[in-house]
């Protein structure tokens, strides 16, 4: 199943600079699982901070639905 995702901020950085990009995912698969396809471990990479589902923010087990558009959103840094 297709999902879209948007990269905000420093998270473009993680794939190759890009905003956007639109993923085929296996069925039942869980936010975690699709961005680890993308290759980022966001327990670990340390610009991930959260992913928000269909505007809302969300677990990283969520499981993914046809159509979800993932945003993927960095840590804060300001001051």
Known sequence: MEIAFKFIGMTKSLVD???ELTLDVPE?????????????????????HFAAVNDKKSELERILQPG??????????GG
């Not at 975690?32 to 340390?46: F, M, P, Y």
């Not at 979800?68 to 840094?77: A, G, H, T």
């Open 68 to 77: 979800d558009s993932v945003k993927v959103f960095p840590r804060s840094f």
């Open 28 to 48: 039942n698969c869980t936010v975690e699982e699709s961005l680890g396809i993308l290759g980022i471990d966001c327990r670990t990479t340390k610009q991930f």
């Open 17 to 19: 600079g890009k905003a």
